[in-house]
């Protein structure tokens, strides 16, 4: 074929390949603009003054530039405990639920498994019905959980959406005579599961441990209901101090400016509220953005 009827062929084809680039770069970056910028509006905010907020003088800078918000927030000696909370409930919920997640997607994988598609139904129908608030409170009560650690992880420890994803990772990603040559060879199941399944399924590991982070740090309604007020994680925290500085006539009168005063506060702390919250998320997911990628990219394309 020559040069010119190749040429006339992209023609006759649709576009050229740097023209779609073109299209595609400016509807990616469309996109990334309506994602990213109510976070960045929100940063914006969280430095200005609230009624300049209202006034939408802080599209893009801020105006009347202050930090009272921060302060206010940092204020309060339950930060650090908050902090340091939320980051313990993080941590040990984050290992469990993967753990859990891992032990109940394995064996559901497996076609050998006697009684798999009862299993799999019982498991399935906790997605769709529950016991409720009070029912799973009494539950929590009567074992002993209730102000430990354990109550935050253990009741809603295992994600069945989670598992359903890990479980049809293992079916399609990792070939079934992987298994069968290590068990010609004399590996054990569990042998076959640490040795073999773990290591070939780290991509989606990475992908349920980000999947998990996101959730205990962002849980505060468990705290609530189960912890006491000196086990509160970050967001409970933070949820504490807008309580106690939403207006009232009682505080209003203890402010200089009254009740003006007191709502700008309140706005203000509202914003740096969320920025406080977000940052460390934020600031961890660059670091893992690779391993999300390939988590969800694992499987899509055969080779």
């Known amino acids: 074929m020559t040069a010119l009827s190749k040429s006339r062929q992209g023609k006759l084809g649709g576009m050229s390949d740097r023209t779609s680039d073109i299209i595609l770069v400016i509807f990616a970056t469309v996109v990334l603009l309506i994602v990213a910028?109510?976070?960045?509006?929100?940063?914006?905010?969280?430095?200005?003054?609230?009624?300049?907020?209202?006034?939408?003088?802080?599209?893009?800078?801020?105006?009347?530039?202050?930090?009272?918000?921060?302060?206010?927030?940092?204020?309060?000696?339950?930060?650090?405990?908050?902090?340091?909370?939320?980051?313990?409930?993080?941590?040990?919920?984050?290992?469990?639920?993967?753990?859990?997640?891992?032990?109940?997607?394995?064996?559901?994988?497996?076609?050998?498994?006697?009684?798999?598609?009862?299993?799999?139904?019982?498991f399935i129908i906790t997605m769709y019905f529950g016991g409720g608030l009070i029912p799973t409170y009494l539950v929590v009560r009567d074992t002993g959980l209730i102000h430990t650690i354990f109550a935050m992880f253990v009741p809603g420890g295992v994600a069945m959406g989670n598992v359903i994803i890990v479980r049809n990772y293992f079916e399609t990603s990792i070939p079934p005579s992987?298994?069968?040559?290590?068990?010609?060879?004399?590996?054990?199941?569990?042998?076959?599961?640490?040795?073999?399944?773990?290591?070939?399924?780290?991509?989606?590991?990475?992908?349920?441990?980000?999947?998990?982070?996101?959730?205990?740090?962002?849980?505060?309604?468990?705290?609530?209901?189960?912890?006491?007020?000196s086990q509160a994680p970050l967001p409970l925290v933070l949820r504490?101090?807008?309580?106690?500085?939403?207006?009232?006539?009682?505080?209003?009168?203890?402010?200089?400016?009254?009740?003006?005063?007191?709502?700008?506060?309140?706005?203000?702390?509202?914003f740096a509220s969320i920025i406080v919250a977000a940052a460390p998320m934020l600031i961890a997911y660059p670091f893992v953005q690779k391993y999300f990628e390939q988590g969800f990219m694992s499987g899509a394309v055969k080779g």
């Not at 298994?179 to 290591?199: H, M, Q, T, Y």
């Open 37 to 122: 910028y109510p976070l960045y509006y929100i940063l914006v905010a969280s430095f200005s003054n609230p009624y300049d907020v209202y006034a939408g003088k802080t599209l893009l800078l801020p105006s009347g530039l202050t930090m009272d918000g921060y302060k206010a927030v940092f204020a309060d000696e339950s930060i650090l405990s908050g902090y340091s909370y939320s980051i313990l409930y993080t941590v040990v919920g984050t290992i469990f639920s993967v753990v859990m997640i891992y032990l109940v997607a394995y064996p559901l994988s497996c076609h050998d498994l006697v009684g798999r598609k009862l299993i799999s139904i019982f």
């Open 178 to 229: 992987l298994k069968e040559a290590a068990g010609i060879d004399g590996a054990s199941k569990l042998r076959i599961f640490v040795s073999i399944i773990i290591p070939l399924s780290l991509p989606i590991l990475s992908v349920m441990v980000i999947f998990s982070m996101v959730a205990y740090w962002n849980d505060w309604f468990t705290a609530l209901i189960y912890m006491k007020a």
């Open 240 to 270: 504490n101090i807008l309580i106690k500085s939403s207006t009232s006539a009682a505080q209003s009168s203890m402010v200089s400016g009254g009740y003006a005063e007191l709502n700008k506060l309140t706005e203000m702390i509202k």
